[in-house]
């Protein structure tokens, strides 16, 4: 059942994005744009090596991934347009419609990833799998705790206390990633590591509260907000 359910909210969710995928596209290429106007600029002011290299990839690469998935979310959307509504008729709880919704949402964004990687691998003439893995592992420690945030807080909290919390988790999201950024080799990836799995973990802690706290009786008294 729940591979039916997950297909059934996949395909759902896919056919929403097709009919906004020029502005999608545009606000993930910008996206990207910017992270290589600075990646030209880092390596353009400092010596080019391997690792530096590397590291620039996987930053890129797990931003862009974070980028695509925040653009594919429709939590807002759905809450203050009411269709939100539609999707308590499916035979699910909405803790199962939220998780399932991410999922999918997690997995639009790992395409686009991987996608990016690539790209990256190829301007910079420097392709690695385990950067690949590194980043892929990295994106969904991140985004999927953001979902789950985004999803309980947007349906079920009141606005004001649901924006001071995506707020809050993007702040931690982005200095996560930013301690990529900081990495110089390989050697100083000890130093950081902890420092980001404290991040990542005060999300996931956050991600994990408010997602037992969800219920329909909330998200359909928000709705009237």
Do not use: H
Request: contains cysteine.
């Amino acid at each position: 059942m729940f591979k039916n359910q997950l297909l059934s909210i996949l395909y759902k969710e896919y056919r929403i994005l097709l009919n906004r995928i020029k502005s999608y596209l545009f606000a993930v290429l910008m996206g990207y744009a910017v992270i290589l106007l600075i990646m030209w600029s880092v390596l353009k002011n400092s010596a080019v090596n391997v690792d530096s290299n590397n590291l620039l990839i996987l930053y890129s690469t797990v931003y862009m991934g974070f980028l695509s998935f925040l653009y594919a979310m429709r939590y807002w959307e759905e809450k203050i347009t009411g269709t939100m509504e539609y999707s308590f008729v499916l035979n699910m709880s909405i803790r199962r419609i939220i998780l399932l919704k991410n999922i999918a949402y997690l997995i639009f964004g790992n395409v686009l990833l991987i996608i990016f990687f690539v790209i990256s691998s190829v301007i910079f003439f420097q392709f690695s799998i385990s950067n690949l893995l590194i980043a892929i592992i990295v994106y969904i420690l991140l985004a999927f705790p953001y979902g789950l945030i985004n999803g309980s807080g947007m349906w079920c909290l009141k606005s004001g206390a649901a924006k001071v919390l995506q707020l809050i988790s993007m702040g931690i999201i982005f200095s996560s990633i930013g301690i990529i950024w900081k990495v110089k080799d390989v050697n100083t990836i000890g130093y950081f590591l902890p420092l980001f799995l404290t991040f990542d973990g005060l999300l996931w802690i956050i991600s994990i509260i408010l997602f037992l706290k969800a219920d329909k009786e909330k998200a359909i008294v928000g709705i009237s907000e």
